[in-house]
Every structure is written in structure tokens, then in C-alpha cells.
């Protein structure tokens, strides 16, 4: 068995540490490349929607599309343009929605 100097064993430590934090960081690069990425619109289909006016207020339902309204500007929010089936008819409607983007 050999006996390592001081200075050895430092430069042993440290040459393993690098090479555990190299792993760590390429394991995380790894699962943030392979998560999921959504748009809103994506997690707006299939959301329950339910009008707020008391002359529509029964007639909400499950949103079938959503698309981003361009002429609608309102500060930290974005207007979606959103398709609704209307309880369980075959009738749709379509409403403009309003969604967070910023805290």
C-alpha cells in the first residue's frame, strides 16, 4: 500500500469532486432537454369553462380550441379566443378569455 502525501490526496478529492459534479450537471441537462413544453393553448383544451354573465351562466362547457387574440392588449395578461362545447349538445360557442402571463 502506498502512502499518499497531502497534497495527493487533495488533488485525488478534487479531481473526484469535478468529476461528480460533471455527472450531476449532464444528468440534469439531461431531464431538462427531455421535458414536456406547453403552450397555453394547449393546457387551455379540455378546461372546464364557465361564463360569468348570469344570462350565460349555465351555459358553460369543455373548451375544444383555443387560439391567441392578437388585437386584444391588456397589461400582464393574454386575450385567447376559445371554442366551447355547451354541456353535453353538440352545440359550440366560442368566448375571449383572459390569462395571467405575469406575477
Known amino acids: ?13 478534487t479531481f473526484t469532486l469535478k468529476n461528480e459534479i460533471i455527472e450531476l450537471l449532464e444528468s440534469i441537462l ?4 427531455k421535458m414536456k413544453t406547453y403552450s397555453i393553448e394547449d393546457l387551455l383544451v379540455g378546461q372546464t369553462y364557465h361564463p360569468r354573465s348570469l344570462a350565460r351562466r349555465f351555459q358553460g362547457g369543455e373548451i375544444t380550441h383555443a387560439e391567441k387574440r392578437e388585437n386584444i392588449y391588456l397589461v400582464g395578461y393574454e386575450a385567447y379566443a376559445i371554442r366551447y362545447r355547451v354541456g ?16
Not at 502506498?2 to 497534497?7: D, E, G, H, K, V
Not at 439531461?30 to 432537454?33: G, L, M, S
Not at 353535453?88 to 406575477?103: F, G, R
Request: charged share 25%.
Open 1 to 13: 500500500m502506498t502512502n499518499l502525501t497531502n497534497s495527493k490526496r487533495v488533488s485525488n478529492l
Open 30 to 33: 439531461e431531464r431538462i432537454t
Open 88 to 103: 353535453q349538445s353538440i352545440k359550440q360557442n366560442w368566448a375571449t378569455v383572459a390569462v395571467k402571463v405575469e406575477d
